[in-house]
């Protein structure tokens, strides 16, 4: 099985800032990594898909770099409705997920 | 306006069956490949299986932690995916959510763009 890691779990941001976070995958995926935003007691949402195409009606601010192992979501200017967790998820094989970025308010 | 609803959760005891309805709007259901995630109170994510269009032969695949217990079946002519849930155990208890898959089938690179509101499951006796 591919083990998907995240870093940081957790971390404290102010609106306006720029936040990046880590997705690593154990074996190479190619490009094949996926990022979903869930809010608390809400489904999870598409917001990356392919490393790095955003989709439909998802905010530019957010965008997805990397291939092979390594990967990032990058938030360009944190707003208030981005606090949140953010899941990397692998679809190189059967859909595994990272354990989750938790996003909260500094 | 594409919408997922899940229905049919609830409390069961442990050994005793459930099964979870989804219920599509919005698009040509039976084009799709159809998945089944669940989260576990306060815990990340976790693939539970997928029934690809009968298209694609309308085959499922599941995560080995269900499989054997677990059955996805569709009705495309309702718009319905379901999940037969068997054998329930206390450790299967999460919101369960009905997601599409963006093909007919699951390939590399796919991707679920859209997810119900999801259903609570509580395994307990």
């Known amino acids: 099985d591919i083990q998907m890691t995240q870093s940081p779990s957790s971390l404290s941001a102010s609106v306006g800032d720029r936040v990046t976070i880590t997705c690593r995958a154990s074996q190479s995926i190619s490009s094949y990594l996926n990022w979903y935003q869930q809010k608390p007691g809400k489904a999870p949402k598409l917001l990356i898909y392919a490393a790095s195409s955003l989709q439909s009606g998802v905010p530019s601010r957010f965008s997805g770099s990397g291939s092979g192992t390594d990967f990032t979501l990058t938030i360009s200017s944190l707003q208030p409705e981005d606090f949140a967790t953010y899941y990397c998820q692998q679809s190189y094989s059967t859909p595994g997920f990272g354990p989750g970025t938790k996003v909260d308010i500094k | 306006e594409v919408q997922l609803v899940e229905s049919g959760g609830g409390l069961v005891k442990p050994g005793r069956s459930l099964r979870l309805s989804c219920t599509a709007s919005g698009f040509t259901f039976g084009d799709y490949a159809m998945s089944w995630f669940r989260q576990a109170p306060g815990k990340g994510l976790e693939w539970v299986g997928f029934?690809?269009?009968?298209?694609?032969?309308?085959?499922?695949e599941y995560a080995a932690s269900v499989k054997g217990r677990f059955t996805i079946s569709r009705d495309d002519s309702k718009s319905i995916a379901y999940l037969q849930m068997n054998s329930l155990k206390t450790e299967d208890t999460a919101v369960y959510y009905c997601?599409?898959?963006?093909?007919?089938?699951?390939?590399?690179?796919?991707?679920?763009?859209?997810w119900g509101q999801g259903t609570l499951v509580t395994v307990s006796s």
């Open positions: 997601t599409r898959v963006c093909s007919g089938s699951y390939y590399w690179g796919d991707y679920f763009d859209y």
């Open positions: 029934i690809r269009s009968k298209a694609y032969g309308g085959t499922t």
